[in-house]
């Protein structure tokens, strides 16, 4: 995997699954695991309620977010990627250790 040389401070590790880890393919899931204080700098928490600019008390708001998450979702066929990473884990019987 290749990075700048302005990434390459933050990267902890990294590497590629196992042949068929993640999907069947002809190939490697490859991963990078960054130090994202040392990428981005002390940033605000994203998780924080205040950072967000939907809030939950402005129904409409809630109803236009809903509608555009599941219009990409649908674009992107993740229901579809949901639906085939189930049934491969249930055909093993587990998630493999690597998705999990």
């Known amino acids: 995997l290749l990075v700048s040389q302005d990434v390459l401070p933050s990267v902890q590790r990294s590497g590629f699954l196992p ?3 993640v999907i069947a393919s002809d190939h490697r ?3 990078v695991d960054l130090d994202t204080e040392e990428l981005f700098g002390n ?3 994203s ?3 205040s950072s967000r ?3 939950t008390k402005y ?3 809630v ?3 809903r509608e555009e998450v599941l219009e990409k979702f649908q674009q992107e066929k993740l229901f579809k990627a949901m639906r085939k990473l189930s049934k491969l884990a249930k055909s093993r019987g587990r998630w493999p250790r690597q998705m999990q």
Do not use: I, N
């Open 19 to 21: 042949w068929g880890a």
């Open 29 to 31: 899931t490859g991963f």
């Open 43 to 45: 940033v605000e928490d």
């Open 47 to 49: 998780t924080h309620s």
């Open 53 to 55: 600019t939907l809030h």
């Open 59 to 61: 129904p409409k708001r």
């Open 63 to 65: 109803k236009k977010y």
